[in-house]
């Protein structure tokens, strides 16, 4: 039942980091969304904006974990789980370690750029992981965009 | 003599990074300093900003990517060289390799959390990297102020 619980909310803030998602594809950035949650409150949305802002490191998860930090008022992210549509990279993932955020939750998993196969002890080894989260809805939206790129 | 003319300007460069580490030391910040030169201009200067903006994300190196692809006007750093007094970390490597940077200088190996050890194939295949310059004083500055933390 608890498991239960865990698994609609995941599903539900997995939701709006896809609302992000589509935020970006309708600017023409590569679709990832990403969202803090702490307690049960968003403190932080955010979309990839590296096209936008000529910026390589404006990544969804990047601006999500200066946002939420910027919110709480303090850089630690120890009582939240950071939501986002694709498997981090190295860069975000090293900033999540960085961030000593409590939980990672991600939709598809990236098999060319995701730290689980580069940087696989990034995270703070209190963090925990759970993928696959919409995966199929986050893979879709990411294929989708390269093959209308193609 | 080619090599000479060469470490002489990574001196250099180094040493203006090392400017950038004593300012962050001086407004309590982990004295980390990086510059980008792109051709013989110097494009960005950045130090660690972690405390100052409660953000695990403004590292020096994170800070002069931003800043130097704003000065150009892209995202891409292909024709720079980024000066930074400690070995970058996982996230700032990842960063490195977004970018695409030509060239990585630094100076003091980082152990506990240096990409080379933690994230080692984070650069871009073609970026090229020097180890060790002014190695001692970087190293010192960062061991001095960890001492004067205790």
Known sequence: MEKDNRQTKDEK????????AHAAQEAGEIPVGAVVVCGDRIIARAH?????????????EMQAITAAAD?????YLKDCTLYVTVEPCTMCA??????QV????????????GYTQYAPS???TRTTV???VLEDECRRLMQDFFKDKR
């Open 13 to 20: 803030y997995m939701r709006m980091a896809l609302a992000e």
């Open 122 to 124: 990034a995270l703070h």
């Open 71 to 75: 919110s709480l008022g303090g850089k």
């Open 94 to 99: 090293g900033a999540l370690g960085w961030s």
């Open 48 to 60: 990839n904006l590296t096209e936008t802002l000529h910026d390589v490191t404006a990544h969804a």
């Open 130 to 132: 759970t993928a696959g």
């Open 102 to 113: 409590s939980r990672v939750v991600y939709g598809a998993p990236d098999d060319k750029r």
